[in-house]
Structure formats: C-alpha cells, structure tokens
C-alpha cells in the first residue's frame, strides 16, 4: 500500500510540475511576441494613442469640432462644405460617450494609432523589417502634421487612415496576386470619399499612375472595375445630394480659394511640406520617393512614386492648402524607412541606426509643443513666436497670439455666456420669440452646443450649411445678432441696440472685440431676407 501511495504522490508531482512547465512555455512565448515586428508596430500605435488621450482635453474645442456637432444633429447625405461621415462620427461621439472634449475626440486619437499600424503594415509589404518597422513609426509618431490633425475632430485625422488602407491594400494585391482584393478596396475608397472629397483626387492620381507604369496591367482585371463601381455605389447618395443642391461644394472652394487661402508659390508649397513632416524627417521622406522612382527594389511598385508626383501637380494646379498632401506621407515614411535599413546593413554599421534614430526623435520633442496643446497659453504663445511659426500661413487672415489651430480652440464658452447673459436681459414674451442669428458657423456651433444648458434656443446662420437650415420659425421681431457687420443688420432692422461685446485675448482677431446685438423692427421678415445672408466660405 505505501508502495501504490508513493507512486500516486510521484504521479500528481509529475502532473503539477507540467502544468507549470506549460505555464512557463505560455509565458515565454508571450514574452516571445513581445519581440516580434507586429508587437514593435502595436506599442508605438498605443504610445500615439496614449498620447491624444493624455493631452487632448486641453485649451478648447476647435471651431469646426462645434459645427461638425450640429450637423451631427441634422445628419443628412450631404453638408456644404465637406463630406457626411464626419457628421456620423460627431453625432456618435456624444450618444456613446457624452459631449466633453476627450469624448469628441477619442476617435481622431484612435486614429493616430490606426496610421501607423497601416505604415508598418506597408513597410511589411515592401520588404521591411525591425528597424525599418522603428524609424517609420518614430517618424509618424512624432509627426507634426499628425500631431495637430489627430487631436481634434476633423476630416483630416481619418483620411491617411483611408488613404493608407487604400496603398496596404494594393501592394497586398500585387504580392500575393490575389485580384478579389480589388473589392476591399473599393469599399474603403467609397467610405474614403464620404470622410472627405479629397479621396477621389487620391484615387484620380491612383489610376493614372497605374496607367504609366507596368502596373497597367491590373487594368485589365475585372475585379478592378467592380471596385470602382463598388466606391461609386457608395459615394453615390452624396453625389446625388450635391447636385439636388447646385454643388455647393464646389462653390465654396471656389469661394474659400479667392477670400480665406493664404496662396503660396509652387515653390513655397513644396519647401512647406518639409514642415508639415518635420525638416528632419523630411530626408526619410525623399529618400521613400526615390525608392518608389528609382530604385530597383522598388520598380514593382512605381506606381506610388507617380501617385505622389501626380497628387503634388493637383495641388499646386488647383492651389490647395498645404496640408491637403499630408495624408500621404505616411507611405513615404515606410519606404523611405526600408531604405535606410538597406543601406545601413549592406555597409555593416549598425552605429548609423541610432544616428538616423536620435535627431529624429530630438527634432519631434522640439516641434511637439507646436503641434499639440502641452503648455500654458503664455508659453505656447512665446514658443511659437520663437519659432515664427507665422511663416507657415495658411489663411490670409491673421492668427493672433497663438497658431490658428489653437486661437480658433479659445473663448466659445465664454461667448454662449455672453449671449446668454443678453438674452436673460430680454423680457420674458421676448425671449419666447427672439432669434439668435450667428455671423458664422463657429459662433453657431458653439451656441448649439453649450447653449441649451443656458436655456438658450438653437442657433441660425447665412453661413455655409447652416444657411440650408434656414430661418426656422423664427420671424424676426427679436433677434440676438451676434458678430454681424451694422451694414447688414441696417436695410433689416430699423433699431439696432449695442448689448454686449465679447473679448478673449487668445482668440483669432475675427473672434475678438465681437458685438453682440439686439435688433427689433424688422423691415422684413428673416424667410424674407435670408437669401441676403447667405455666405459660403
């Protein structure tokens, strides 16, 4: 009996040390994972991620963050002056999570880390490997142009995403030959072109580039041509609500180019781009375009050297701003990273990875309080000064103090409180009545979504869509008119009374020193005289 016991002792004591042995293995190939290529590209989507959440909350809502949530609240097929998705992505913001600043733009901060899963993504297709993996996603971590765009609502934070999609995509296509891709493609290209227009200039330069080079002949596939019948099945509701509505997209580029742009030279445009990227990472970006141009490694996929070729000459041709080329840079960072990675190990001098490495990073930590709200007002406003970041001009009109992705973050609170104040002011049948007409959508935007917590009603503009929403039901016995010129207020009302006036020191010029009205005596009704102050731009 204590013979058959000792060996049931020795049975579980076997039993017990493979289950720990399992457990170590588990662990150990945990641990392994940690090393490989996909875990380098997922920790420095997190640290992107992480930092957006850290930093996000800071200064104010954006402008165009307080418009894209009113047309969240009117979502439609189409706005004015940009695609519908965005107004998606708003309105389901604030049911999911509320309507604080981190829970606008949580999604923008998820999207920096989708940008550099899909560039390590890319520098895999083209043959990269660790380091190549580390110095494209450095490069996009600390990337100015990413760093603002990313930290707020907007359009902009989600088209690299697409955009990039789109490049994985197709070099995916031309490694493993497998044509049924074509239809992925189509179906991120479709929802590419609701985020922002933009995406069909994209796709424009795309096919062209195809053409000219040996990758013609993925032309000749079907599965290519049901794609761009896919993408176009899915724009097509907006195209559809564009023309009901006299394509008033073109309209206000055509508006916003002749009043608002800061017009560059072609010059000027190209020697800019190098601040978008950073000057030190720009050189990684070249030398990403002379491996698609130039290089033999790289003739397989010539096409998007020429894509970015042909998206440049749109830009300046139709003189777009010059961030409108940032959503491809993430695809020159990933080339350009498996480059030098070449080089730096066919000439056995592992010592130049950490020289490419450290100026990058040093040069990204300098610019960073520049592209994301890190200090004080005081100081951010010194440091840009320093840095004359006013030679980057974007919009004719000046900034003030602060950059103009920050002036246009200051004071709308403030502004609500205002309005609110004036219209406490107003008697109790007035108030029942009264209008709040907005000079622009920034004014309204803010009014909508601060004011109701003030007892304030919703907002009406002659500016961009929030002309379509019209007058309401409001006649116009008693209007709160808030940042309009006397000389459109005077042939509509015969008594214009001064009740208050906004400043903030920090906001751009246009929102500083702002009056705010209250007209009576209509000369008109507002169905009536609405057409007068339409205003897209």
Not at 162 to 178: C, E, G, K, Q
Not at 247 to 270: C, G
Not at 489 to 498: N, R
């Amino acid at each position: 009996m204590d013979f058959i016991r000792t060996e049931k002792r020795e049975a579980v004591v076997q039993e017990e040390a493979g289950a720990l042995e399992s457990v170590r293995a588990v662990s150990l190939d945990r641990w392994k994972w940690l090393e490989t290529d996909e875990a380098v590209a997922v920790c420095f989507a997190a640290a992107a991620c992480l930092v957006h959440l850290l930093w996000n909350g800071r200064y104010g809502y954006f402008r165009d963050e307080l418009y894209y949530a009113a047309c969240g609240q009117h979502l439609a097929w189409g706005y004015v002056d940009h695609a519908p998705l965005i107004a998606v992505i708003a309105q389901f913001s604030r049911l999911l999570f509320g309507d604080s600043l981190r829970a606008l733009r949580f999604f923008p901060a998820l999207s920096s880390g989708a940008k550099i899963l899909l560039t390590a993504w890319i520098v895999r297709e083209l043959g990269g490997r660790r380091y190549a993996q580390i110095l494209a996603a450095t490069a996009m971590l600390l990337c100015p142009i990413y760093l603002t765009m990313d930290n707020f609502l907007s359009m902009n934070a989600f088209e690299p995403v697409f955009w990039m999609a789109l490049v994985a995509i197709s070099l995916r296509i031309i490694r493993t030959r497998n044509d049924r891709l074509w239809l992925l493609f189509g179906l991120v290209a479709g929802i590419g072109i609701l985020n922002k227009h933009s995406t069909l200039m994209f796709g424009l330069a795309f096919v062209v580039a195809m053409t000219v080079t040996r990758q013609r002949a993925l032309l000749r596939t079907p599965w290519i041509w049901l794609a761009a019948c896919i993408a176009f099945l899915i724009f097509l509701p907006n195209f559809l609500w564009e023309m009901r509505n006299r394509l008033p997209t073109v309209e206000i580029l055509r508006n916003v180019d002749r009043m608002k742009n800061a017009h560059v030279t072609w010059a000027q445009f190209i020697v800019q781009q190098a601040f978008l990227v950073h000057p030190v990472a720009a050189p990684i970006c070249i030398v990403g375009l002379w491996f698609f141009l130039r290089s033999r490694r790289g003739e397989a996929f010539r096409f998007l050297g020429w894509t970015y070729c042909l998206l440049l000459a749109e830009f300046l041709i139709l003189r777009g701003r010059i961030y409108y080329l940032a959503p491809i840079y993430p695809m020159l960072f990933a080339a350009g990273a498996v480059a030098i990675e070449r080089w730096v190990e066919s000439y056995g001098r592992n010592w130049l990875k950490a020289a490419v490495l450290t100026p990058l990073v040093f040069g990204g930590l300098v610019a960073a309080p520049l592209a994301l709200p890190i200090l004080p007002l005081d100081a951010a406003a010194a440091y840009a000064k320093f840095w004359d970041v006013d030679r980057v001009q974007v919009e004719k009109e000046p900034s003030g103090k602060l950059p103009q992705m920050y002036a246009d973050m200051m004071g709308w609170p403030q502004q609500v409180e205002t309005v609110a104040s004036v219209f406490r002011s107003l008697t109790a049948n007035d108030q029942s009545q009264v209008a709040i007409l907005a000079k622009n959508y920034g004014q309204a935007g803010a009014i909508d979504y601060f004011g109701p917590a003030l007892g304030l009603p919703h907002a009406i503009s002659g500016h961009n869509n929030y002309y379509l929403w019209g007058p309401r039901q409001y006649s116009g016995e008693v209007v709160i008119a808030v940042g309009m010129p006397l000389e459109v207020l005077k042939p509509i009302f015969d008594e214009i009374d001064l009740a208050a006036t906004i400043n903030n020191e920090y906001a751009i010029p246009e929102e500083n020193n702002l009056p705010v009205y209250i007209c009576r005596k209509p000369k008109m009704t507002l169905q009536q005289a609405w057409p007068r102050l339409k205003f897209y731009g």
